[in-house]
């Protein structure tokens, strides 16, 4: 299957203080992006989805100028958590493929956890 | 975004086979039908998927019902690193939907040695 890494794995960050988390298709050119955040016990909840190219198109109730979305290239895709609170802190993933026929599936990333103190 | 409805826990004995049940009473004719399976700290894995014949590949095989209103999910010998969260999401590929995933609470796995 497809590789798709995130960096970092972790980070801790000081309240107010923002981070940048990316995500990279290391094999394939992904057409699509979609980031993924998940509490403890809960399910992943679906935040945003990166064309290349385009404006993110965000999910209900998800603060697009919180959470800052860059697909600049087909193979990188950036998620900011800008003036991070305690309650950002959550496991953040992020999926891709290339849906332009050469992928029916998407592939994941192994997520990056986010502790805000 | 069809719903899928799935049983919150499981349990099984190593080396047995397993069937995680899955039901999508308000499937259309566009979804496909996924499984990804997610262990503890890490980002979920593909395991399998298919529209309206059953299909089988290394990791398990699944059976889809003949009105697509339900489907199983079969790991033919469960062994411990199968103890995992299981999500049955319907995928619909019309449009520009492909690779958007909906996540249900998925069903915890548990194996017993």
């Known amino acids: 299957g497809a590789v798709v890494s995130q960096h970092p794995s972790w980070v801790i960050c000081k309240s107010g203080t923002s981070v940048k988390i990316e995500c990279r298709s290391l094999?394939?050119?992904?057409?699509?992006m979609f980031w993924y955040r998940q509490f403890p016990k809960q399910s992943l909840m679906l935040m945003a989805t990166?064309?290349?190219?385009?404006?993110?198109?965000?999910e209900q109730g998800v603060e697009k100028d919180k959470f800052l979305i860059n697909h600049a290239s087909l193979t990188l895709s950036t998620l900011t958590v800008t003036s991070a609170h305690p309650e950002d802190s959550s496991f953040y993933i992020c999926?891709?493929?290339?849906?332009?026929?050469?992928?029916?599936?998407?592939?994941f990333g192994q997520g990056t956890r986010l502790t805000v103190v | 975004d069809a719903k899928t409805t799935q049983p919150n826990s499981m349990e099984s004995n190593e080396e047995e086979p397993v069937h995680l049940p899955c039901n999508h009473s308000?499937?259309?004719?566009?979804?496909?039908i996924h499984w990804y399976r997610q262990l503890p700290s890490q980002g979920p894995e593909y395991v399998i998927h298919?529209?309206?014949s059953n299909v089988n590949n290394r990791m398990a095989s699944l059976a889809i019902a003949e009105d697509r209103k339900s489907s199983t999910l079969i790991l033919h010998r469960a062994t411990l690193r199968d103890a995992a969260v299981y999500y049955c999401?319907?995928?619909?590929?019309?449009?520009?939907?492909?690779?958007?995933?909906?996540f249900g609470q998925g069903t915890e796995l548990s194996v017993k040695p």
């Open positions: 999401i319907l995928s619909s590929r019309s449009g520009n939907q492909g690779g958007k995933l909906i």
């Open positions: 094999d394939f050119q992904a057409t699509t």
């Open positions: 298919g529209l309206t």
């Open positions: 999926s891709a493929g290339n849906f332009r026929g050469q992928h029916t599936e998407a592939f």
């Open positions: 308000t499937i259309s004719g566009t979804d496909y």
């Open positions: 990166s064309n290349e190219g385009s404006k993110a198109t965000y």
